[in-house]
C-alpha cells in the first residue's frame, strides 16, 4: 500500500517537473522568435527614415547628387532584397556606407550641419542604428538562453521528444565584417 | 561578466540569509528574555512588514516626489528617450517612464517595484556633463537595477532592519520597565543566567549590526547594477568613462535625502568620501562601493 502510494507521488513530481520545464522551454523559444522580428522592425524603421534625410540634404547641398542617389539606390535595394540573411545583410551594408558617406558630406556644408530637421534625423538614424544592434543583440541572447535550456541535463531528456531544436546565432557575413568605406 | 553576476546574486543571498539568522537570534533573545519570542518575532515581522510593503508598493511616486522629478518630454529630452528605448530592447525590458531632476550634480536613479511599474530619474547635470556612450552607461546600470528587482532586495532588507530594530526596543525598553527583571511574578528566579546577558547585548549591537548588513546589500547590488550595466551595452569603457567623470565632479547633489540615498548612482551623501579618522566609520554606512573600487572593477571587465 505504502509502495503504491510512493510510486503515485514520484509519477505526480515527475509530470509537474515535465510540466514546468516544458512551459519554460516555450517561453524561451518564443523568446528567440519575437526577438527576430523585433530585428525586422528596427531595420525596417532605418528604411523609413531615408527619404526624409535625403530630402533635407537636397535643400542645402543638391549637387552632390552622386553621394544623394547612392543613398536613395541602397534603399531600395535594400527593400527589394530577397529574405535570406546573406543577402539583407550584403544591401544593409551598402547602406550603411552610402549613409556614412552622406554624413560626412555634412561637413563640408555648415548650413546644413547646424539645420535642426538634419540634427534630429541623424540623431534618429544613429539611435536607431543602434537599436539593430541590440536587437540582434537581444536575439543572440535569448537564442543562448534556449540552447542552453535544450542542451543541459535535465530538460535535454525529452527536449528532441518535443522538438526543441537548437537555434542559430545572428552571425555577421564575411562582407559585413569589413568595414563600409568613405570616400572623399 | 555573466559569473561575476551570477557570483553577486550569491553574495546577496549569503548576506540576506545572514540577516534572517540575525533576525532569528534576536528573536530568540527576545524569547529567552520576556518569555514569549515567537509570537514577539512575528508581530515586529508584521508591522516591519507592512511598513515596508507599503512604501515598496508606492516606491516610485515616493522616490519621485521626494527628489522633486519632472516628466521627461519626449520631444526636449529626444536622445534620452532614444537611449532608454535601444536598451530596453537590448535588456528585453518594457520602457520605463522617464523623469528629470533639476540639479547641476550629475547622478540618476531608478526606481519602481518591478520592471513593469518602473521609473528613471536623471538630473539636467548628468545630461550636460556626459557624452553619448557615458550617459548610455549611465542608464544601463539604472535599467538594470530595475531588471534584478533591487528594490524589492532593498525593501526586504529595510523590514528586516526594521523587524530587529523593532524587537531590541520593546525589549530594551520592557527590561528598564520592570526594574532589570523581565520574569513575571511567581517564575523561578534566574538573575543569574549568563545568557541574559549574551541576549541583551545582542539586543543592544543587533540594530548596529542590521544597518551595517544593509549597507553591505546595498554596495552588492550595486556592483550587481555596475557588471549588469556592462553586459547590456557590450561597451564597459562607456560606464567607464562615466565613472571617472563622476568621480572627478566634486558638485553635491542636493535632491537626495538619507532615505532615497541607495538609489542614486553616485553616492549624494558628503562625508563618504572622508580620509579623516572617522572615514572608515563612514565606509561601513556606505551604500556604494568606492567610486575608485567601481572604475577598477569596470576596468577589468
Known amino acids: ?184 | 561578466m555573466l559569473d561575476l553576476i551570477a557570483a553577486n546574486k550569491r553574495r546577496t543571498v549569503l548576506l540576506i540569509a545572514a540577516f534572517v539568522l540575525l533576525t532569528v537570534g534576536v528573536g530568540a533573545a527576545l524569547g529567552f528574555l520576556v518569555g514569549n519570542g515567537v509570537l514577539g518575532t512575528l508581530v515586529a515581522l508584521g508591522v516591519a512588514a507592512v511598513m515596508a510593503f507599503g512604501s515598496y508598493w508606492k516606491a516610485d511616486s515616493i522616490a519621485l516626489a521626494v527628489s522633486r522629478a519632472v516628466p521627461a518630454d519626449p520631444e526636449t529630452y529626444k536622445r534620452l528617450h532614444n537611449l532608454v528605448e535601444g536598451l530596453c530592447i537590448a535588456s528585453g525590458l518594457p520602457k520605463p517612464r522617464i523623469y528629470i531632476v533639476v540639479d547641476p550634480a550629475p547622478n540618476a536613479f531608478a526606481t519602481g517595484r518591478n520592471p513593469k511599474h518602473a521609473a528613471i530619474a536623471v538630473t539636467t547635470g548628468l545630461l550636460e556633463k556626459m557624452n553619448r556612450v557615458e550617459l548610455e552607461g549611465v542608464i544601463a546600470h539604472e535599467l538594470a537595477h530595475i531588471r534584478n528587482y533591487d528594490i524589492l532586495v532593498a525593501t526586504i532588507a529595510v523590514t528586516l532592519v526594521g523587524t530587529i530594530v523593532l524587537i531590541s526596543e520593546v525589549v530594551i525598553r520592557l527590561m528598564w520597565w520592570n526594574g532589570g527583571r523581565v520574569r513575571r511574578e511567581g517564575d523561578r528566579d534566574n538573575g543569574a543566567n549568563p545568557l541574559a546577558l549574551v541576549g541583551f547585548l545582542l539586543l543592544l549591537l543587533a540594530p548596529l549590526f542590521a544597518r551595517l548588513m544593509k549597507a553591505a546589500i546595498s554596495r552588492r547590488r550595486e556592483t550587481l547594477a555596475d557588471v549588469s550595466a556592462c553586459q547590456m551595452t557590450r561597451y564597459p569603457p562607456g560606464l567607464l568613462s562615466a565613472l571617472e567623470k563622476l568621480r572627478d565632479d566634486s558638485t553635491v547633489t542636493h535632491s537626495a535625502t538619507s532615505a532615497t540615498a541607495h538609489l542614486w548612482i553616485e553616492e549624494p551623501l558628503s562625508g563618504v568620501r572622508d580620509q579623516g579618522r572617522l572615514g572608515w566609520l563612514h565606509r561601513l554606512y556606505a551604500t556604494h562601493p568606492p567610486i575608485e573600487e567601481r572604475i577598477a572593477l569596470v576596468r577589468e571587465l
Do not use: C
Open chain 1, 1 to 184: 500500500m505504502i509502495a503504491l502510494l510512493i510510486v503515485l507521488i514520484v509519477l505526480a513530481l515527475l509530470v509537474i517537473w515535465v510540466i514546468v520545464a516544458y512551459n519554460g522551454l516555450i517561453r524561451k523559444r518564443n523568446r528567440v522568435d519575437n526577438a527576430w522580428s523585433q530585428i525586422d522592425v528596427q531595420l525596417k524603421r532605418r528604411l523609413d527614415l531615408i527619404p526624409n534625410l535625403v530630402e533635407t540634404v537636397k535643400g542645402y547641398a543638391a549637387h552632390e547628387r552622386q553621394t544623394l542617389e547612392a543613398v536613395i539606390n541602397a534603399r531600395n535595394a535594400a527593400l527589394a532584397a530577397p529574405s535570406s540573411p546573406v543577402a539583407q545583410e550584403q544591401a544593409d551594408n551598402l547602406l550603411t556606407g552610402a549613409l556614412r558617406q552622406l554624413f560626412a558630406l555634412s561637413e563640408q556644408y555648415p548650413d546644413l550641419k547646424a539645420n535642426q530637421n538634419f540634427l534630429a534625423l541623424q540623431e534618429e538614424l544613429t539611435a536607431t542604428e543602434g537599436r539593430v544592434a541590440y536587437a540582434r543583440q537581444y536575439y543572440n541572447d535569448s537564442v543562448l538562453a534556449f540552447n542552453t535550456a535544450i542542451e543541459t541535463f535535465p530538460n535535454v531528456v525529452f527536449a528532441r521528444m518535443l522538438s526543441f531544436t537548437k537555434r542559430d546565432y545572428f552571425e555577421a557575413e564575411e562582407a559585413a565584417k569589413q568595414p563600409p568605406q568613405v570616400k572623399f
